[in-house]
């Protein structure tokens, strides 16, 4: 019988980012508290999940680091669930996936747009490199290859390309 790999044991930082948001009802759980929802009976209402899903998928984002539990109320005692320095470093990521599944509709059939907050213009996020501010589109000019801490298998996967930190180290 082959032995299932986990993800946490793959060096790939996809597979790891994969372990902590892959599942969709963490997508949407996030895209809420971005959207100022904290407490339970909000995100049920607004996702209609199970509450033993919600229950879930809410215990997994606290232990993943994503979202704070914390009382807002001692009698009953009642948590909210607020996004933490991590959890709102993944802002970008959803933003990015909601506008690419944007640009794969007519302006007419998208029904949520990313607006400037002050001039309520539509905007169009895209990826780019910090340090030269071009795209990160479909371009080829931009590749993976193995970094300093790459086992000896990922420098092989990554062994034609060119520049690879890896290398110069």
Same mark, same amino acid.
């Given at each position: ?16 980012? /994969?372990?902590? /948001? ?74 990015t996936l909601a506008a690419w599944g944007n640009s794969r509709l007519p302006a007419a059939?998208?029904?949520m747009i990313l607006v400037d907050a002050h001039s309520g213009q539509e905007v169009e996020? /895209? /990826? ?10 479909d371009s080829d000019d931009y590749v993976f290859a193995a970094g300093p801490a790459a ?19």
């Amino acid at each position: 019988m082959a032995s299932r790999i986990r993800l946490e044991d793959r060096e790939c930082p996809l597979s790891t980012t /994969v372990q902590h /948001v892959g599942e969709w009802w963490t997508l949407l759980i996030l895209h809420d508290a971005f959207d100022g929802y904290t407490r339970f009976d909000q995100f049920q209402e607004s996702l209609g999940i199970s509450s033993s899903m919600l229950t879930t998928r809410l215990k997994t984002l606290v232990e993943d680091g994503l979202l704070e539990r914390r009382p807002y109320q001692t009698n009953p005692v009642r948590h909210e669930y607020v996004l933490t320095e991590l959890g709102h470093s993944l802002r970008p990521v959803i933003v990015t996936l909601a506008a690419w599944g944007n640009s794969r509709l007519p302006a007419a059939e998208r029904s949520m747009i990313l607006v400037d907050a002050h001039s309520g213009q539509e905007v169009e996020p /895209v /990826v780019v490199d910090a340090r030269t501010g071009r795209r990160l589109d479909d371009s080829d000019d931009y590749v993976f290859a193995a970094g300093p801490a790459a086992s000896d298998a990922m420098r092989s996967r990554y062994a034609t390309r060119t520049g690879s930190p890896a290398e110069e180290a």
